[in-house]
Each structure stands twice: as structure tokens, then as C-alpha cells.
């Protein structure tokens, strides 16, 4: 098709309206006119032009070629009538007149369209150019460039603007875009456009040059190198970079665009200013644009600064621009360039701009003013300028960085210390980077007696101070910790004490009285030579608080010398330091030592100030509480005057008999001290809200937390630093929880606070994207004063009223439970009392604690914290290491969730179906209304959850089920019985038993299983016996309401495994597993023989014997096999009878109930024997050796036992009891008939087991005396007699160490008398106090039927018998000399143990007033042997010589008496006196 031309544009009317048409519209309606005048076919009728056209197109087809011409002809037709400056004009004109040149063709394409436009304009320009005689390209930049100006031009006037209008971006648009074109024909000279521009400059809109840059017309670094003015340039761009900023925060609808102009403005000055110069061609011309750029940018930043100094009023204009040039700091702003070396010289040197800017302040100046500078007082713009720089230096660079201007430049100290302190606060190794940098200072000042170095160290570890401990140590703490002990810096040379005396004395003038304080009450640790130095200094000092009018000797005495406060009145500090007083008393039961010492040396304040306040009139209560148990402390002690006490006793009682009214009226005007602090404190918290939901308010965030930490010190009344308890565990009770009422009214504002926020945020963003708020409001909250209270109230809430609280309640202190978790390394340890172990809780396991399962309800509120605070980590720490839940969760927490969601849900017992990634735990939870089941399931099939279980010790592991589970309490259990016992098989046979052993599973082994339950079992019943169920503890499993459910788990286990399958092989069968984990525990336990650890042992074989006697009796016995005539197993009973039980023993017998299940099992292995009663027999005959106190057990509990073992052998055989038993019968027959009037018949053997039947027949009688019963014993030998003895001596100490037995009096007389038998048949009985297990058969028998501390307890049975001795028939044995000796010697190291105590503290009062204390009887004992010793043969010193090494420590008397009689019987010519005559 032919070339078309373009249509008319519309009609107009008049000449004015012909004169405003394009001139090329102007040219076509000329053209048009001829050609119409020359058409004679229309007359009249003009016909329009498109007619003309159309016929035109339908008479002529056109080839190829024949466009191409009549292009070109259309060209230059147009090209003869063109004007430059009506081509200006078209760009300027009203939207229908824009660049017309568009009309010359269709719409057929872009193509066709900037190829006729650019032909157009390039042939136009091209002639122009010729006639001008001028470049094509200069002209073209000369005709862009008044376009440009005339643009901006359009819209001038007041006020001044860099932004355009959205018609003079239209028309740029246009403009720009011919200048592209130009720029594609290399027709526009970049160089001239620039020159053109630099004459214009101050005509120039902002946003115009920027789109040039933007549109890559001219950049904006070409623009400004090709200004040579460069003072004009700086001032221009720094002029209109502020008009910029004060228009970007500006309520507009192109902020957008500012933002984007300034960030592009900022990038080319900070790369071209801050680069490194990598071509020597242009040095020069990098020089002078890096000049410029830095120029800019330190004109941008002063006037900010100036602005700041000036005190701006925030929401102002200038406060806005000044917040818009600082968010140029921010990281983001410098993405697009790829080196960070640029952006981190640019930080560098805006720090160093911000430190020397205007430093017109001295060093004393500083010295008065830097508390005025702390981070709460610092504007939080320069604040938040600190903290963006702080992002891109490391803390070594930024510490080094202060360093190096410090040392080479005058600085501004206001700027200096409070980037300091807004280093303490915002970097997390600040306190270590600080101490560090402040050592190093010092080294130097000392080493080179610097004083500037001095100087800076002292205000930077002030400066330190002041933000409060949780941040740096007190300022008292510091200056003691570095000049209070021998290794300071101080201490190395009087030359270094001259130069420190000297920095503190020319401080002095300048000091605020807390740092004089501070230096008087804790000096610098002085040689005793050098001391003058130190008395100079505090004399000093004190005559400079003397003219402040403050008082060391009123100081009080937990007064905080950190304080950054004024110095309060002594009437203000001491009510506080008597309630810190009566605080301290509570938790340590004593006088706190800082009362002690201001009773002496602060007498003056301690009685005309502290006792006062302490003794203020008041009602006494009826039970004394803690302020009155001080007083009477302090009365006890001395430490109150008696006229003093009078007067307060006389003055509480005049108070009691006022009327009620008066003292509830008081009562109500006591707060209202604290109305105005905790109404500030609800101010702050509000307006921390806004920070909060407000991204664009995060910069004011930690400025403030520090007004809300400031306003807190104030509502609490208390210094930040409770130096007396630093580092102290925090003591509180769960089961009843006390706080003060204002404690509660500021922890409970400080909760509702936390909790509305972090609604409220997540209201607006996940808690990932929230901010570091939470981080911060938790740290304020962890002060040394606030935190007892405030974990005292999360008790109250969580424990005890756990189901009134709401759903935001429950979510809200999960993430606060989190956050403290965080700064656990911060957090002392808690030490809560009964039902918690008594070592230190970390904060994370205190929450544990917090939330038991053992109810319904305490179980739903578990689930609901576990599920928030899991969802809250997982979402909040989601970009950070695992090892952060670590810290912020216990382990327990996350157990307890896996352990609940088991529980309630039966479709998590099913392999998980993955949650979509995508989907987060935490949005269930910011719902108005919470699903807690649908959250909490949610949280479930979160493969991060998943795979967070799989590290280790946060897995739900068997134990961690079963100790779980041990807790619920069935009658108020969410689970039916029925439920319940489906739930244990599922867990136990499907889940846990089959799981292998690295997931907390047992691998198949079901004893492993069965082991495991019994040892968890005994761990939670001795816990719940100590203290949460000791009420209770009758049962086998401590009387704990729950876990006789798992203990029927544990029978049906056991069940399973005797029912079994036989090992294969012919392996020797091992024991069976619980004693195994009985002797795994016992061995655990300390052994001694203090009560303590006594009462440890007994009280875990009491659960051992239990547990035993709640499963089959044939754990006791193993039985034999079918095939072989063996003796059942019981190697393992008799081990843990010999070992553990017999020290528990009672007079040589184990109860009635461990007796009769042992018999039971015996009498049941042996019913599966091929020949029972020889089974029988070989274990009895067994026990004669291995084990003889059962066999004395059942000699005792005979009448009980003899009816069921008739009855349970019968069942399994026909034949006589076997030979053993009935060896038993005959035993106990034989010790009835000699009580009887008959005569006795011959003692069967074994004779120790007569003697025990006779034994616990005579006791059982209760007879006084057995001299007619002795007497029917003649003839059965001298055995027998011996055994009696031995079991009777039993006996007597058994009546001396159980309240329960018969009277020592009675036992006493009976083994009176056997010894007196013993004495008059000539029978040694002196072998019984010589035991040892040594001995082959006699020795070792005896010594298993008695308890170890019975047998330590022989020297005092032998030695009450010692009126009864016959002393002439005893010397009569060789033995006897070395056995009193030894029985002496063991009977004083008792004494000195403290072991014979026992006797008499449980004997009977009355029974042995005849036999006096231990010190009688040692009395007693000792004149005997010195009586005795010289009456001793020569053959009773045969074997003295250990005994008299070991009598040398305990009695030298004995052995130099001892001594004396062997050397007269060795050499006996020597002892012989002399025959005179």
C-alpha cells in the first residue's frame, strides 16, 4: 500500500485558532486548499482530505519503491516548512498540540512510527544545522536543553520545589523521548547538553536532572563534572537534596519518587566519593568529583546535626527531613552496589563527622554533663544514626574506629559518650567489647602515665554504667573490680598510685557526689606504706560532699551507688532499705550482713534513721511475720537499745487499740506515693505501641524501652543495681507465691503490656518480621529487683490460676517464657521450693515446672503454652540456628506438647501428612477466637517441627512418656479407663517398644522396657514421697494417684516375659533384670553411716521390696528346667538379701512380707521341678550358707507362715514337706518344748538355727528371765549356748535402736544370763566380739544374720555386760585382755563418730538410768582396764602390738598402762624391787 498521511486533527474556527495549529497541520490545510480549488468536479462541496486520500489509494497502487519516494517526499515537503521554534512550542503546548509529529502516520506500528519521527527531526535539525553552520549534535542538545528549561520554568514560584507536576512530567516525557531518538542517531552531544545545562542551573528542577540520570540521557556524574564551580555545585545539590527530603515525608502522592530520586542522589555521592581510584588517567578528575560528592554529604549531615542541637520539635518539617536524610543509612539503600568497601568508608567517615562535629565542650564539662547523655536521653534520631552505623562496622572496627578519633581529633563529648552508651545497649557482646577497650585504656595510662587515655576510660566506663546493669556493671561494682584488689593497675608502683591519686584529686571539683561516694566507701586497695596517698584523697572527698550537703554516714545501706539519680534524703532511702532488710531476712532466716555492719560502723545512721523506720508503730500481728522476726533477731543480738524496744512495744500497743477505721483509712493513703510513677509508666507502655505496630517507628524503639526502663526505676523505688544479692539465685515458692501489691500492680501493667503489644504486631506481621521490641522490653524486665516479683506473678497465673486465663493471656506469656529463655545466660538460677528438686532452675526449666499434666485442665492449658511458644520460636527464630530454641525452650516443653498431642489426638499416633511449607503455626494463633486443636495440629505437621525433634534430647523418648504419664491423675484425667489403657498399649507396644534406642525407644527388648518403667517408677515415688504426695504414701508406688496404672503395665510386662520363650542354647541363664536395675541404683546412692544417708538407702529399698512384692513371686526365684535336677535360681535375692536388706533388718529376722514371698516362689519353681522336694532341699541348704537370714526370717514368722506353706505344697505335691522344712518345724518345735514345764528334747542341727528359734521364742514370750530355760539346755552342746548368746546380744542392741522392740531392761537380764551359763560351763563366747569374714564358716554365717551397724555396735553390748564379767575366769583367757582392748578402742571411736548417740536417743527413758550416757560407760570401761591390765598373765600380751599403735591416738593412759605391764612381764628382773638386807 501507498504511504498514508496522517488525518486532520479537527476542526477550528478563526484565525486565532488557525494560528495555534502545528505548523505542519497549517502546511496540510494550505496544501489542502490549492488542491480543492483546482478540482472542478466539486464546486461548491469541499470534500475532506481522507476522500482525497482514499480516491488517490483506489487510482494508484504502489510498489516497494514507490513508498520509499513518496516517503521521501513527504520529508522533505515537510522539511521545507519546519520551524525549530515552533518545534520547541509543540513540545510545550496543551496536551492535543503535544508532538504531532506522531500524526503523521497511523497506528500501524512502532516501527514506522519512530522511523518517520526520527527522519523528521534529524532531517529538520540536520538542515537547521547547516544553515546555522553549527553540529547537527550541538544544536540538537542546544533545542533539548531550552526545552528542558522552559519545562521547568512552567510551573516557578514560591515556595521552592524539586519535585515536578504531573504536566511537567508529561511533557518531559515527550521531550525526552526526541532526545533518545537523537541520542540513536548520534545527534546529541552529551557534552554541549551539559554545557547548556550548567548556565541554567539554578532553573533546573531536581526531579529533571534526576530523570535525565534515570532515562540515561546524562547521567548525573557527567552533570556534575561538567560544572566547574564546584562551591556553586555543593551548594545547589545540598539546597535542593534538603527541599527533597522535606518534601519526601511530605503527605503527597509521589513520595515514591522522592524516595527514589534520593536514594539514587545518595548511591552515585557515596560511590563517587567514597571509591578507591583504579585509573590514573583520571585522577584528577576523581578527585574533584570525590571532593564535590563528600562535600554534599558533610553539608547534609551538619545541617542535620545543627538541626538536632537546636532542639527540633518532632513532627516538624525540619524534623521530618532530618528523619529522611538519616534513613539514607539504612542497608538497603546500597543493595545495588556490589562492593561494600563504598557504603563502609562512606559509615566510617559519617562517624567520625558526628564525633569531631563542632567540639566546643571541655573534658570537665563532660565529666558534670555525660548523664544527661545516657541512651534514653539521646535524641532518638542521633540514636538511631548510631545504631545504622553500627550494622556495617564489626564491634572490634567500631571500638577501633572511636579509638583512632579520640586520639587524633578534638571531638564533641556529648556525640562521643552517647554513641557509647548506644554501643552498651545495641550490640550483644557490648559489655566484653567495653571492659575490654576500658583495660586496655588503662594499661596505657599507667604504662605511659597518659592522662588522656585515663580520662576516656573513666567516662567511657561511666558512661557504661549508666544503662543500667543488665547492659555494663555498676559503676561501684567496676571501679572495685578494677582498682580494689592487688592485681589493678594501681598496684604495680607508687609511681602508678601517685598518678591515680592525682587523676581522682583533680577530678574532685568536677565530681557528682555518687562518684565521691563510691571512691570513699570503696577505695583503691593501698599498701599500708602508701596509705597517706588514699587519706589525702578521702579527706578530699569528703570536704567535697560536705559542701554538697550530703552525708556519708546517711547514706543508706542498700542505697545504689550506680544511681544515675540525684542523692535521695535519708528519710527517702531508708523505708526502702528496711523492707530490702526484712526481704533478705526472709530468704536467709539471719540478720543481713549490711544491717550488722551499719549497727557498728554507721551507728549514726543506723540509730537515728534505720531503727526508726524499722520500728515504726503498728498493730503486731498474732502470728509474727517477717519484720517481726528481724526485730526480735536484732533484740536477741543487741543490736536494738532496750529503751528503744520499750517505747516501740508500748507505742504498737497503743496503736492496737485504736479504731479500725483508722488504720484502713491509712492504709489507703499508703500507695498513693505511687500513683504518679506507675501513671508515667502507663504513658510510656502506650506509647511503646506505636513503635511497635509502626514499621516505620522502629528506629525509636530502644529510645523507648530506655524511657520505659527509666520510668520503671522510678515506679519501683529501687536503684538498678541490687548489688548485695548480684549473681544470688532468686528464692520463691510455687506452691503459695507471695508478692507485695505494688509489685504485683507493675509486674501485672508490665504483662498486660507485653501481651497487648505482641497482639498487636502480629496483627500487622509475623513475629519474624516484628522487630527486635520483644527482645528489648524482655531485657528491661530482667532486673535484680523485678524479676523475683516478676516470676513470682507468672506462678500465680500459670500454676494457679491457669484456666481463667484467656487465650491472648496464654499466648502472650508463651512468648514472653521465650524470651526469657533468650536471655538466659542474663538470668540467675531459680530456686523454688516443694515439688521441685532443691538445685537451681534455669529460667526455661521454671516454666516447666509451671505447667503440670496431671489434671484436665492443667493439661489444656499446658498444651495451649506448649503449642504458643513452639509456634512463636519457630516463626520468630525461623532464619537463625536450632540451637537458638535451645535457649529460649526447655526441652521439657517441647516434650510435653509431643506427650499431649499423643495423648488427646489418636490421629497423630499415624505417620504425619506434611502441613504445606507455606503455612505458618503462628497464624492459627492470631485469630480472634483460637482453635487451639487446629492449632496446635497445625504445629504438628510442620515438617520444620519434624525435623527440630530429630535433634538430639528434644525428642519424646520412653522415659520422658512414663515419667509424664506417671503424673496424671485418673479421677480428673480427659481420658475414660478405657481410653486410658488403649492409649498405654498403643504407646508402649507400638510406639515405644519397637523404636529403636537412639529415638528414646527400647529396640524390641521388652525387659529393656520393663527396666526402664521400674526405674523411672522408683525415681517419681521417692520424689512425690518428698514432698508433693507425702500425705499419701501408703501405696507400693508413694501413694501417687496415676501410676498404678503404669505399675499394672509393669505386671503385665513382667507376666509376658516369664511367659516367654527359654533363651536358646545352653547358656548360663542371666539374673533377672530388675535386680539389676536394683543394684544400679543402690550403688548410686552414698554409702555411710550418717542418718541421712541411712534414711536415703532404707527409703529406696522400702520401694525396691515394693515393687518386688507387687510382681510374681517368681522374680525372687528363677525356675529350673524340667530336665535338670537343679536348685532354682536365687543368686541375685540372696545377693541383695545380704547385701541391702540385712542392714534394714530387725533382730536378725526380714519382715513378715519379703519372708512369705520368697517361700511362695521357692515352693512355685519348685512345683515345676521333676522332683520338687529335692529343689526344695538344695535351696535351703543353700541358704544355710549363702543366705541364713531368710531362714531365721521364716524361724521367726512361723505360726504365719507354717498354715500357707502346707497349704501351697500340698497343691503341688503329695508327698511330706521337704527335708529342709521340715528341718525348720523341727527347730521351732525344739524352742517351744524348752518354754514348756516338759523336758526338751535334742537340739537338731544346725545349732545357730536353734539357737535363732529359741531366740525369737523366748522374745516372743517377753520373760525376764530364762534361768529355768537355760537350765533344760545342759547336754546340748556348747554351740548352741554361744548362738543364744550371739542372737541375745542382737537382741539388747536392737531394744537400744528400735523404739518397737521389747525393753533394753528385759533384753539386758536375758543376756545377763546366757553369759553368766556361758561363764560357769567354761564355754569361750569371746570368738563372737572377734567376727570377721575371714572366718570359715562360723564367722561368716553370724556375720550375715546381722545388721552391719549392730555389728560396729558390739563394743557397747560388750561392754553393759560389764558388771556381769567374771573377772577371774576371763583372765583365765588368753584372748580376753586383747578383746577388752579392742572393744574399748572401737567403742571411743564411736563416741567421737557420734554413732553411740543413736543408742540412747532411742531407748528407753527409764529402762537405763542404772546404765547411764556414753560417756559413763566409756568411764566405766576405761577404770576397768586400767584395774585390769595389771592383773593380766604374760600370754595375754602376746598380740598387743597394733593395738597399742591405734591406743596412742585415743587413749594414751590406756596404752602407757598397757605398755608398763608388758615390759614388767617381758623383763621382769627390771620391775623386782631391790634386797637391802
Not at 506438647?897 to 501428612?913: A, Y
Request: aromatic share 8%.
Amino acid at each position: 500500500m501507498g504511504a498514508r498521511v496522517p488525518r486532520p486533527m479537527g476542526r477550528q474556527r478563526g484565525p486565532e485558532a488557525e494560528r495555534r495549529r502545528p505548523w505542519f497541520v497549517r502546511g496540510m490545510s494550505a496544501f489542502r486548499a490549492r488542491d480543492a480549488a483546482s478540482d472542478p468536479g466539486h464546486g461548491s462541496r469541499r470534500r475532506a482530505w481522507a476522500e482525497l486520500l482514499a480516491g488517490r489509494v483506489k487510482r494508484q497502487k504502489l510498489g516497494p519503491e514507490g513508498e520509499q519516494k513518496v516517503r521521501e517526499s513527504a520529508v522533505r515537503l515537510l522539511t521545507s516548512h519546519l520551524n525549530l521554534g515552533d518545534l520547541v512550542l509543540e513540545v510545550e503546548g496543551p496536551p492535543h498540540k503535544q508532538l504531532c509529529l506522531s500524526r503523521l502516520i497511523d497506528d500501524d506500528g512502532p516501527g514506522a512510527h519512530t522511523d518517520l519521527s526520527s527522519s523528521l527531526i534529524g532531517s529538520a535539525l540536520r538542515d537547521q544545522a547547516a544553515q546555522l553552520g553549527v553540529p547537527a549534535a550541538v544544536l540538537s542538545s542546544q533545542v533539548v536543553a531550552s526545552g528542558l528549561v522552559r519545562v521547568c520554568e512552567a510551573d516557578a514560584g514560591p515556595p521552592p520545589k524539586v519535585l515536578l507536576t504531573p504536566d511537567q512530567r508529561k511533557k518531559l516525557s515527550s521531550l525526552f523521548e526526541i532526545a533518545q531518538n537523537l541520542l540513536a542517531q548520534s545527534m546529541f552531544s552529551r557534552l554541549s547538553f551539559c554545557q547548556e545545562l550548567r548556565k541554567v542551573q539554578n532553573s533546573l528542577l531536581l526531579e529533571a536532572v534526576w530523570r535525565l540520570h534515570v532515562q540515561n540521557i546524562v547521567s548525573l556524574q557527567e552533570l556534575l563534572e561538567s560544572h566547574a564551580d564546584s562551591q556553586a555545585m555543593v551548594a545547589w545539590l545540598s539546597r535542593d537534596l534538603r527541599l527533597l527530603c522535606e518534601q519526601t515525608e511530605a503527605p503527597c502522592q509521589h513520595a515514591d519518587v522522592a524516595r527514589a530520586m534520593l536514594a539514587d542522589f545518595v548511591q552515585m555521592l557515596v560511590l563517587r566519593g567514597f571509591q578507591k581510584n583504579v585509573d590514573v588517567r583520571g585522577t584528577v578528575e576523581l578527585e574533584w568529583m570525590s571532593q564535590v560528592a563528600v562535600a554534599v554529604l558533610d553539608r547534609m549531615l551538619a545541617s542535620a546535626l545543627e538541626a538536632l542541637a537546636a532542639g527540633i520539635q518532632e513532627g516538624s518539617v525540619a524534623h521530618k527531613a532530618v528523619s529522611c536524610w538519616f534513613g539514607v543509612f539504612s542497608g538497603h539503600m546500597y543493595r545495588s552496589i556490589i562492593s561494600t568497601e563504598s557504603p563502609k568508608r562512606f559509615f566510617c567517615h559519617t562517624l567520625t563527622q558526628i564525633l569531631t562535629h563542632k567540639p566546643v565542650l571541655k573534658v570537665s564539662d563532660a565529666v558534670q554533663m555525660q548523664r544527661e547523655w545516657s541512651f534514653a536521653r539521646t535524641p532518638p534520631l542521633l540514636s538511631g544514626l548510631y545504631r545504622r552505623l553500627f550494622v556495617i562496622l564489626s564491634p572490634e572496627e567500631l571500638v577501633g574506629h572511636l579509638q583512632e578519633v579520640l586520639e587524633t581529633q578534638e571531638v564533641n563529648w556529648q556525640h562521643v559518650l552517647s554513641c557509647v552508651s548506644t554501643l552498651v545497649i545495641c550490640l550483644p557482646d557490648a559489655q566484653q567489647l567495653v571492659n575490654g577497650w576500658v583495660s586496655r585504656l588503662l594499661a596505657h595510662a599507667f604504662e605511659s602515665g597518659d592522662l588522656d587515655s585515663m580520662v576516656l576510660a573513666f567516662l567511657v566506663a561511666r558512661q557504661a554504667a549508666l544503662e543500667g546493669p543488665a547492659a555494663f556493671p555498676s559503676y561501684a561494682t567496676w571501679f572495685q573490680a578494677t582498682f580494689g584488689s592487688t592485681r589493678g593497675f594501681h598496684s604495680c608502683s607508687k609511681k602508678a598510685l601517685v598518678f591515680l591519686f592525682k587523676f581522682l584529686s583533680d577530678l574532685v571539683p568536677f565530681e557528682g557526689p555518687r562518684y565521691l561516694q563510691v571512691h570513699v566507701l570503696h577505695p583503691p586497695l593501698v599498701p599500708s606504706k602508701y596509705r597517706a596517698l588514699l587519706t589525702d584523697y578521702v579527706a578530699l572527698a569528703r570536704t567535697r560532699l560536705a559542701d554538697l550537703k550530703v552525708s556519708i554516714e546517711n547514706m543508706g545501706l542498700y542505697e545504689d551507688l550506680s544511681s544515675t539519680g540525684d542523692v535521695t534524703e535519708p528519710h527517702c532511702q531508708t523505708s526502702q532499705d528496711v523492707e530490702k532488710a526484712i526481704t533478705v531476712f526472709e530468704h536467709t532466716g539471719k540478720i543481713p550482713a549490711a544491717v550488722l555492719e551499719a549497727s557498728i560502723f554507721r551507728r549514726s545512721y543506723y540509730l537515728s534513721h534505720f531503727l526508726p523506720a524499722l520500728l515504726t508503730p503498728r498493730e503486731l500481728p498474732r502470728v509474727p511475720d517477717s519484720r517481726a522476726a528481724l526485730i526480735e533477731s536484732l533484740r536477741r543480738a543487741d543490736k536494738i537499745p532496750p529503751s528503744l524496744y520499750s517505747t516501740y512495744r508500748q507505742a504498737c500497743s497503743t496503736v492496737g487499740e485504736k479504731k479500725p477505721e483508722d488504720a484502713a483509712s491509712r492504709r489507703e493513703l499508703e500507695p498513693s506515693y505511687a500513683e504518679e510513677p506507675l501513671g508515667l509508666l502507663t504513658t510510656a507502655l502506650q506509647e511503646l505501641r506505636a513503635s511497635v505496630t509502626d514499621p516505620t517507628q522502629h528506629d525509636a524503639l530502644l529510645a523507648q524501652m530506655a524511657v520505659i526502663s527509666e520510668q520503671l526505676h522510678s515506679a519501683l523505688g529501687l536503684g538498678e543495681d541490687d548489688s548485695d544479692i548480684e549473681g544470688a539465685p532468686v528464692q520463691l515458692s510455687v506452691q503459695a507465691p507471695k508478692l507485695q501489691p505494688w509489685e504485683q500492680r507493675v509486674v501485672d501493667l508490665l504483662l498486660t503490656s507485653f501481651c497487648q503489644n505482641l497482639m498487636a504486631a502480629s496483627s500487622v506481621a509475623p513475629p519474624d518480621r516484628q522487630g527486635p521490641w520483644a527482645t528489648h522490653f524482655v531485657r528491661t524486665l530482667c532486673r535484680r529487683r523485678l524479676l523475683p516479683a516478676l516470676l513470682s506473678r507468672l506462678c500465680q497465673l500459670l500454676r494457679h490460676q491457669g484456666p481463667s486465663l484467656s487465650a491472648s493471656h496464654v499466648v502472650g506469656l508463651a512468648a514472653l517464657a521465650v524470651h526469657l529463655g533468650e536471655s538466659r545466660s542474663a538470668l540467675p538460677e531459680v530456686h523454688v521450693g516443694p515439688p521441685t528438686p532443691a538445685r537451681g532452675l534455669p529460667v526455661p526449666e521454671f516454666f516447666d515446672i509451671l505447667l503440670p499434666c496431671r489434671t484436665q485442665e492443667s493439661s489444656a492449658l499446658c498444651l495451649k503454652f506448649c503449642t504458643a511458644a513452639i509456634s512463636y520460636s519457630l516463626c520468630k527464630f525461623s532464619s537463625q540456628s536450632p540451637d537458638i530454641l535451645y535457649s529460649c525452650l526447655s526441652p521439657g516443653l517441647i516434650k510435653k506438647f509431643q506427650f499431649l498431642v499423643f495423648r488427646w489426638f489418636s490421629e497423630t499416633r499415624d505417620p504425619p501428612s506434611w502441613e504445606d511449607p507455606a503455612s505458618s503455626p503462628w497464624r492459627p494463633l492470631c485469630l480472634p477466637s483460637v482453635d487451639w486443636q487446629r492449632a496446635a495440629l497445625c504445629l504438628w505437621k510442620q515438617r520444620t517441627l519434624r525435623e527440630l525433634l530429630k535433634q538430639e534430647g528434644l525428642r519424646l523418648t520412653y522415659r520422658d512418656w512414663l515419667q509424664l504419664e506417671l503424673e496424671i491423675q485418673p479421677e480428673v484425667d480427659s481420658l475414660s479407663d478405657t481410653e486410658r489403657q488403649d492409649f498405654h498399649q498403643w504407646a508402649i507396644h507400638q510406639h515405644f517398644l519397637p523404636a529403636p534406642s537412639a529415638t528414646g525407644g527400647c529396640d524390641g527388648d521388652l525387659e529393656v522396657a520393663c527396666a526402664t518403667l521400674v526405674d523411672v517408677l522408683m525415681d517419681f515415688c521417692q520424689s512425690s514421697r518428698s514432698y508433693d504426695h507425702a500425705e499419701n504414701s501408703d501405696l507400693v508406688l508413694g501413694g501417687c494417684t496415676g501410676n498404678r496404672d503404669i505399675f499394672s503395665r509393669l505386671q503385665e510386662m513382667a507376666a509376658d516375659l516369664e511367659q516367654g520363650p527359654a533363651p536358646l542354647g545352653h547358656a548360663a541363664p542371666r539374673g533377672h533384670f530388675l535386680f539389676g536395675v536394683f543394684c544400679r541404683r543402690l550403688q548410686a546412692l552414698a554409702r555411710g553411716w550418717d542418718v541421712a544417708s541411712r534414711l536415703q538407702r532404707q527409703q529406696e529399698l522400702l520401694m525396691c521390696k515394693r515393687i518386688l512384692l507387687g510382681l510374681p513371686p517368681s522374680v525372687l526365684v528363677g525356675s529350673p528346667r524340667l530336665e535338670q535336677l537343679a536348685a532354682p535360681d536365687c543368686d541375685d535375692f540372696f545377693h541383695l538379701v545380704n547385701s541391702e536388706l540385712r542392714n534394714f533388718s530387725h533382730d536378725g529376722a526380714l519382715t513378715h512380707d519379703i519372708t512369705a514371698h520368697f517361700f511362695r516362689g521357692l515352693l512355685n519353681a519348685c512345683s515345676r521341678s521333676r522332683d520338687p522336694s529335692l529343689a526344695a532341699d538344695l535351696t535351703l541348704t543353700a541358704c544355710q550358707t549363702q543366705c541364713p537370714l531368710l531362714l531365721t526370717s521364716a524361724l521367726l514368722w512361723w505360726p504365719h507362715l507354717e498354715p500357707e506353706l502346707h497349704r501351697r505344697w500340698r497343691r503341688c505335691s503329695q508327698s511330706p514337706l521337704p527335708a529342709e522344712l521340715q528341718r525348720l518345724q523341727e527347730a521351732q518345735h525344739f524352742a517351744g518344748s524348752v518354754l514348756s514345764p516338759l523336758a526338751a528334747p535334742t537340739a537338731p542341727g544346725p545349732a545357730w538355727l536353734c539357737a535363732a528359734a529359741l531366740h525369737f521364742v523366748i522374745r516372743r514370750a517377753g520373760k525376764e528371765s530364762i534361768r529355768r530355760e537355760l537350765g533344760w539346755l545342759d547336754g546340748q552342746g556348747e554351740e548352741l549356748l554361744v548362738f543364744l548368746f550371739f542372737f541375745s546380744l542382737m537382741g539388747l542392741l536392737s531394744s537400744h535402736l528400735t523404739p518397737q522392740a521389747i525393753g533394753s531392761l528385759k533384753a539386758l537380764n536375758v543376756c545377763a544370763e546366757v553369759l553368766g551359763c556361758l561363764q560357769r560351763k567354761r564355754i569361750s563366747w569371746l570368738l563372737l566380739f572377734q567376727l570377721t569374714e575371714t572366718d570359715a564358716g562360723l564367722g561368716r554365717t553370724l556375720l550375715r544374720l546381722a545388721p552391719d551397724h549392730q555389728i560396729r555396735l558390739l563394743p557397747v553390748a560388750f561392754y553393759s555386760l560389764l558388771s556381769y564379767f567374771d573377772e577371774d575366769a576371763l583372765l583365765q583367757e588368753d584372748a580376753f585382755l586383747h578383746v577388752a582392748v579392742n572393744m574399748y578402742l572401737k567403742l571411743v571411736g564411736l563416741f567421737v563418730a557420734g554413732e553411740t548417740g543413736a543408742v540412747w536417743t532411742l531407748a528407753h527413758s527409764g529402762d537405763l538410768q542404772a546404765q547411764g550416757d556414753p560417756v559413763s560407760l566409756i568411764t566405766n570401761a576405761r577404770l576397768f582396764l586400767l584395774q585390769l591390765i595389771p592383773r593380766c598373765p604374760k600370754r595375754s600380751f602376746s598380740d598387743m602390738a597394733e593395738l597399742l599403735g591405734v591406743s596412742a591416738d585415743c587413749d594414751p593412759e590406756v596404752r602407757a598402762a598397757l605398755l608398763s605391764r608388758r615390759q614388767a612381764v617381758l623383763d621382769p628382773d627390771l620391775y623386782q624391787e631391790p634386797r637391802l638386807f
